[in-house]
Nanobody, 124 residues
Framework: QVQLVESGGGLVQAGGSLRLSCAAS????????MGWLRQAPGEEREFVAA????????YYADSVKGRFTISRDNAKNTVYLHMNSLKSEDTAVYYC?????????????????WGQGTQVTVSS
């Protein structure tokens, strides 16, 4: 079993930056593909970014490409989401997720484990 705990959310002005962290329990972290997804009020949960177990492959939603960067530190069992040039439409609860499938995971059903989420609010 893998437990994921997100941190780093908060209130930021448009154009600002935040870094989200996701700490994972268990010794299998380095074998897991990781991702960040988000859910805005009244909207469905959507994919944001993903990274392979080794960190060699990443993938981004078009809406965040060029502004967000996903990275991981397998020695610290942690995955990060660096968010720059934030917009009001980035306001959402951000979830960290992990899956056993190889490669980069994009579809929600591919993720086996989920964190509780952290709120990101961007004021315009």
């Amino acid at each position: 079993q893998v437990q994921l705990v997100e941190s780093g959310g908060g209130l930021v002005q448009a154009g600002g930056s935040l870094r989200l962290s996701c700490a994972a329990s268990g010794r299998t972290f380095r074998s897991l593909a990781m991702g960040w997804l988000r859910q805005a009020p009244g909207e469905e949960r959507e994919f944001v970014a993903a990274i392979s177990w080794s960190g060699s492959s990443t993938y981004y939603a078009d809406s965040v490409k060029g502004r967000f960067t996903i990275s991981r530190d397998n020695a610290k069992n942690t995955v990060y989401l660096h968010m720059n040039s934030l917009k009001s439409e980035d306001t959402a609860v951000y979830y960290c997720a992990a899956g056993h499938e190889p490669g980069v995971l994009i579809q929600l059903p591919e993720f086996d484990y989920w964190g509780q989420g952290t709120q990101v609010t961007v004021s315009s």
